[in-house]
């Protein structure tokens, strides 16, 4: 756990932003050998849910797990996950789990434009090394359950708390769409996540899969 970050790094090689002393910045090392690389995505579901099994009897069911594993409340942004596996094989030999969660800061930078925090919410300060240890409660029981095999109530979990699930908002392609070569907006509406971890969005008629970096949420 660090008390303050000088060069804390989001998804697709973003910044994270933490002001000293005031959130939750840790880092969790797994050795999940007992999980092929291609379930890798369940050790993404099991680590969301732990840390949103923490914090959804904290902040209620407006607490949501955005795909694949940023962590909002309405349409902010509470914090974030970023997994680094080390494979052998067919297998997962480790894995180094990164989370940063805004707990007590109160103001962002300007590139931090949908971050919120649990204070701003609640307004009232929280103890962050009870959190860390709720967290880490969670994420445990969570990590368990795929060690004895339970992928399927791990991925029926994770639906149930996916943010935009069964909504129609605005997304934009980063793929060829409807015949074009550059990104494109269109209405979606997210259906599920296949078990590899793509996530199925429905646009008209037409189901259509998606990986990281393929799709952007358009909150504005």
């Known amino acids: 756990m660090a008390e303050s970050q000088y060069a804390g790094r989001g998804q697709q090689s973003n910044r994270w932003h933490s002001e000293p002393g005031k959130n939750?910045?840790?880092?969790?090392?797994?050795?999940?050998?007992?999980?092929?690389?291609?379930?890798?995505?369940?050790?993404t579901r099991a680590i969301s849910l732990g840390v949103a099994n923490a914090l959804t009897p904290i902040l209620g069911k407006k607490f949501k797990i955005k795909w694949p594993n940023d962590l909002y409340f309405e349409h902010g942004k509470l914090g974030g996950i970023l997994i680094e596996n080390s494979?052998?094989?067919?297998?997962?030999?480790?894995?180094?789990?990164?989370?940063?969660?805004?707990?007590?800061?109160?103001?962002?930078?300007p590139e931090a434009a949908n971050a919120m925090s649990v204070k701003q919410i609640?307004?009232?300060?929280?103890?962050?090394?009870?959190?860390?240890?709720?967290?880490?409660?969670?994420?445990?029981?969570?990590?368990?359950?795929?060690?004895a095999g339970q992928f399927d109530h791990v991925r029926n979990e994770y639906l149930s708390r996916l943010y935009w699930l069964n909504e129609e908002h605005n997304f934009r392609s980063k793929i060829p769409f409807s015949g074009t070569e550059s990104t494109t907006a269109f209405k979606g509406v997210i259906k599920g996540v296949k078990e590899n971890g793509l996530l199925i969005v429905n646009a008209g008629e037409?189901?259509?899969?998606?990986?990281?970096?393929?799709?952007?949420?358009?909150?504005k």
């Open 122 to 147: 609640l307004h009232r300060d929280y103890d962050l090394k009870f959190l860390l240890s709720e967290i880490c409660k969670n994420i445990e029981a969570e990590y368990l359950k795929l060690k």
């Open 24 to 43: 939750l910045t840790f880092s969790i090392y797994l050795k999940p050998a007992f999980l092929p690389v291609s379930q890798q995505f369940d050790l």
């Open 206 to 219: 037409k189901n259509m899969e998606f990986g990281f970096k393929e799709i952007e949420f358009l909150n």
């Open 87 to 109: 494979l052998q094989g067919t297998q997962i030999k480790s894995s180094v789990i990164g989370i940063g969660l805004n707990i007590n800061q109160e103001a962002f930078p």
